[in-house]
């Protein structure tokens, strides 16, 4: 069984770096095809997607956002990761981590998904 | 970046009406590759997270009913869901994984 679930600091302040852990199981990150996305959600609004990391650390960041996201990972302890660094209130989400992959050079789909994290950003 | 673009962003439906989404693409998601369009459809039901439905535009998931049906090639897509059942109410994503990931606005499927 696949799971994953996030965990983040519930609340800061503008400027301040997120920092995200996604904790999985029933899979592994050192499994070649193998990718964990993170995605966000505004209240009310639609999905944006962050960022990737595939089992050869190869790396893949939505551009809007690229110079404020860091994405890593600890494959021995089944954990990816995600900063955002200089925080708004626009960064007020709930962010997901979801399982994806990489087939024949392309992109899958994210075919499980944490509960999710609620981020709020105020002062 | 592609851009995904979905119609309706709302519906209100009553049970065992058909239903249809619309998403389009700025782009075309064939890839001559492998002829497969690299589209998915999701639903995100009140306070969970998104479930994958159907991907490479027409294939379900596993445990996915029937009555949930994709179509389309290129740049136009249509999720179809006969027969709507309560259960059915959630806010359905398109998303292209063509190039990266981009997800469609959303559309939420209503009782009427």
């Known amino acids: 069984q696949v799971t994953l679930k996030e965990s983040g600091p519930g609340i800061l302040q503008p400027s301040q770096t997120l920092s995200l852990t996604c904790s999985f199981s029933?899979?592994?990150?050192?499994?070649?095809?193998?990718?964990v996305s993170w995605i966000r959600q505004p209240s009310g609004k639609g999905l944006e997607w962050l960022a990737t990391?595939?089992?050869?650390?190869?790396?893949g960041y939505n551009p809007s956002l690229k110079n404020r996201l860091t994405i890593s990972k600890d494959t021995s302890n089944n954990q990816a990761f995600l900063k955002i660094t200089s925080v708004d209130t626009a960064d007020t989400a709930i962010y997901y981590c979801?399982?994806?992959?990489?087939?024949?050079?392309?992109?899958?789909?994210?075919?499980?998904w944490g509960q999710g994290a609620s981020v709020t950003v105020s002062s | 970046d592609i851009v995904m673009t979905q119609s309706p962003s709302s519906l209100a439906v009553s049970a065992g009406e058909t239903v249809t989404i619309n998403c389009k693409s700025s782009?075309?998601?064939?890839?001559?590759?492998?002829?497969?369009?690299?589209l998915a459809w999701y639903q995100q039901k009140p306070g969970q997270s998104p479930k994958l439905l159907i991907y490479?535009?027409?294939t379900r998931q596993s445990g996915v009913p029937d009555r949930f049906i994709g179509s389309g090639s290129g740049t136009d897509f249509t999720l179809t869901i006969s027969s709507v059942q309560a259960e059915d109410l959630a806010i359905y994503y398109c998303?292209?994984?063509?190039?990266?990931?981009?997800f469609g606005g959303g559309t939420k499927l209503e009782l009427k």
């Open positions: 490479w535009a027409s």
């Open positions: 979801a399982r994806t992959g990489i087939i024949r050079g392309r992109g899958y789909v994210m075919d499980a």
């Open positions: 782009q075309s998601l064939l890839y001559s590759g492998n002829q497969k369009n690299y």
């Open positions: 990391i595939c089992w050869e650390d190869s790396k």
């Open positions: 029933g899979f592994s990150l050192s499994t070649s095809g193998i990718c």
């Open positions: 998303q292209q994984y063509y190039d990266t990931w981009t």
